[in-house]
């Protein structure tokens, strides 16, 4: 199937700073990706659906101005988390929807487990 | 905003027990996917269903989609303790994003 990467797995910042979280799908294009949120225990929650070329569209509740997004090509999508604190520390996922033989499939990264001090 | 239940929230069953995790909704999806996610890791897609009443296997995994398109199950036939995990349920509607459940976690114990 396809593979969709993530960077870095986990990452460790003291609060206040800024961190970078790269999606890519390594075998295919995707004009859009998605974004979220983990807690332990739980399901997904939406953050963000990323759209190459465009603004991201956020879920209800989910600060555009802390969790900025960019698509900047059809293999890459960022997320940075602005001024982190510590309940943002969390497990974050992307995934890239995949178009391929008509069937839409939504492809998964391994996460990024973010913890902020 | 298209809800999805999953039942039962915690499943711990012994090895070589079989088992059934349910997927509800109150709405028609076009499509349906199951997932099974592990501790630390991204969710690993098990199976698309697209057809109402349609069945599919994967090994000793059977998914069914309901005839209506609302619901689906999974079952595991004599559990293995490789098949522990979160187990998610996901609803699509044309281009929508899809829907996920709150996931059904399953340990199985040697």
């Known amino acids: 199937g396809a593979v969709v990467s993530q960077h870095p797995s986990r990452v460790i910042c003291k609060s206040g700073t800024s961190v970078k979280i790269e999606c890519r799908s390594l075998?295919?294009?995707?004009?859009?990706m998605f974004w979220y949120r983990q807690f332990p225990k739980q399901s997904l929650m939406l953050m963000a659906t990323?759209?190459?070329?465009?603004?991201?569209?956020?879920e209800q509740g989910v600060e555009k101005d802390k969790f900025l997004i960019n698509h900047a090509s059809l293999t890459l999508s960022t997320l940075t988390v602005t001024s982190a604190h510590p309940e943002d520390s969390s497990f974050y996922i992307c995934?890239?929807?995949?178009?391929?033989?008509?069937?839409?499939?939504?492809?998964f990264g391994p996460g990024t487990r973010l913890l902020v001090l | 905003t298209q809800l999805l239940e999953q039942s039962p929230q915690f499943l711990s069953i012994q090895e070589g027990e079989n088992l059934t995790v349910y997927c509800n909704s109150s709405?028609?999806?076009?499509?349906l996917q199951w997932y099974r996610q592990e501790p630390g890791e991204g969710p690993v897609l098990l199976v698309t269903?697209?057809?109402?009443?349609e069945v599919k296997k994967l090994k000793r995994l059977t998914f069914q989609f309901g005839d209506a398109r609302k619901d689906s199950s999974l079952h595991i036939t004599a559990a293995q303790t490789g098949d522990t995990g979160l187990y998610l349920c996901?609803?699509?509607?044309?281009?929508?994003?899809?829907?996920f459940g709150r996931g059904t976690s399953l340990i199985v114990h040697p």
């Open positions: 995934s890239a929807r995949d178009l391929f033989g008509g069937q839409e499939t939504q492809y």
């Open positions: 709405s028609v999806f076009s499509s």
């Open positions: 990323s759209n190459e070329g465009s603004k991201a569209t956020y």
């Open positions: 075998d295919f294009q995707a004009t859009t």
């Open positions: 996901a609803g699509g509607e044309g281009s929508y994003i899809p829907t």
């Open positions: 269903v697209v057809t109402g009443g």
